[in-house]
């Protein structure tokens, strides 16, 4: 599965932005999928999770700004992510998740998400 991500670019903070993930197969997933962030100098982490149940998981860092959404007949997961904070800035990724939580696919491509006044 080939994965590409879109829908970044420059938001003010407090702005929103919807970014989309479009997979070229089916997006199941016996961990279900993830949204991605790598921030400059800093490692990947997981923002976002949705299980194959629609159970969605976030860190505190995001919690009740971003939701994450799917749409399996489109292979397309979405990330929704209001009230941005310059620390939000980063690149961002999907991905599958396995059964105990790895990453199944290679990275594609990432779509830049930048917070700034």
């Known amino acids: 599965v080939q994965l590409q991500a879109s829908g970044g670019g420059l938001v003010q903070p407090g702005g929103s932005l919807r970014l989309s993930c479009a997979a070229s197969?089916?997006?199941?997933?016996?961990?279900?999928m993830g949204w991605y962030r790598q921030a400059p100098g800093k490692q990947r982490e997981l923002v976002a999770r949705?299980?194959?149940?629609?159970?969605?998981i976030y860190p505190d860092s995001v919690k009740g700004r971003f939701a994450i959404s799917r749409d399996s007949a489109k292979n397309t997961v979405y990330l929704q992510m209001n009230s941005l904070k310059p620390e939000d800035t980063g690149v961002y990724y999907c991905?599958?998740?396995?059964?105990?939580?790895?990453?199944?696919?290679?990275w594609g491509q990432g779509t830049l998400v930048t917070v700034s006044s």
């Open positions: 197969g089916s997006i199941y997933s016996r961990g279900g």
């Open positions: 991905n599958g998740l396995d059964a105990i939580g790895h990453v199944r696919w290679d």
């Open positions: 949705i299980t194959n149940g629609d159970f969605t």
